[in-house]
């Protein structure tokens, strides 16, 4: 048997505490690298990196995202919440390697610098100012689902009907005076034309149409050169054969929105704007 004060000997621990000594600041080193990790490249980036970013991304991701990033065969891109992305490198991720099984491609060409100031850019697209509500969002529950009844074209939290744009995530991505202008006056922001290179694009297209069956107005849902789908203000959908009209209409530039300044008060425009500006969903 090996006697006890073998390890305790004077000599031994004077060489265990040397060893312990050697290795510490090894160990807390890679212990502070796992506990701070890199921050993402966008952090540091200035302009000029997102002004490169931004002529980059015309180059290669405008064609499906639109010139200004609103979107048009690809989604908007003007929000701080991307569906497929969590956090930095997950972005840049997307951007190089595309999503699978989607029509989201890789973007080959860019070296890794350029690829990060594309997703430097496509981060500034969502990033709206911090400002002040008007009014009292907690007032606004009567005037959104009773007095106004948005919800019967609008959906927040899975509530409504989806006629309109959805509304759960509009105050990520829509400013004050914005949406005091699309309740006042709704007309104001409809695009007058499509024009994929301005970025304007029609997602909420109103069309007018008189059929065998009468009259119908509504968002156009699908079109093609021989036929057309149209959801009316109830939700339903209807499909119809061009060559069975007497008429068709886009009506670019008008909304199907009605404006509430005869509706509501102005405190209550702003409470109702309020409300809609706390509207960022949940995550």
Not at 54 to 70: P, S, V, W
Not at 88 to 103: M, N, P, W, Y
Request: glycine share 10%; charged share 25%; with cysteine.
């Amino acid at each position: 048997m090996i006697p006890l004060d073998r390890f305790t000997s004077p000599t031994l621990m004077a060489g265990l505490m040397i060893l312990l000594v050697i290795a510490f600041p090894a160990w807390a080193l890679e212990a502070s690298q796992v506990s701070s990790p890199t921050p993402s490249p966008i952090a540091s980036m200035g302009q000029q990196d997102i002004d490169a970013g931004q002529r980059l991304f015309r180059i290669h991701c405008a064609r499906c995202h639109g010139m200004l990033g609103d979107g048009g065969e690809g989604p908007s891109l003007k929000r701080a919440r991307l569906v497929h992305v969590d956090d930095d490198d997950e972005l840049f991720a997307v951007i190089s390697e595309g999503i699978r099984g989607t029509g989201m491609p890789g973007v080959f060409g860019p070296n890794d610098q350029e690829l990060w100031q594309i997703a430097g850019y496509v981060r500034s697209l969502g990033r709206l100012p911090v400002e002040e509500m008007p009014g009292n969002p907690e007032r606004s529950a009567d005037l959104y689902a009773t007095r106004g009844g948005c919800n019967a074209c609008h959906i927040v939290n899975g509530d409504g009907k989806g006629v309109g744009p959805e509304l759960t995530e509009v105050g990520l991505r829509r400013n004050l005076e914005y949406l005091r202008r699309s309740l006042t006056n709704p007309d104001a922001d409809y695009p007058m034309r499509t024009d994929r290179m301005s970025g304007r694009i029609n997602a909420f297209l109103t069309v007018q149409v008189v059929g065998p069956t009468g009259e119908i107005e509504g968002m156009r849902v699908n079109e093609d050169e021989f036929s057309v789908q149209i959801r009316d203000l109830a939700g339903s959908i209807h499909s119809f054969d061009k060559h069975t009209l007497r008429s068709f209409k886009k009506a670019f530039g008008h909304s199907l929105m009605p404006g509430y300044t005869t509706v509501f008060s102005a405190d209550e425009v702003d409470d109702l704007a309020s409300y809609l500006m706390s509207l960022k969903g949940s995550r």
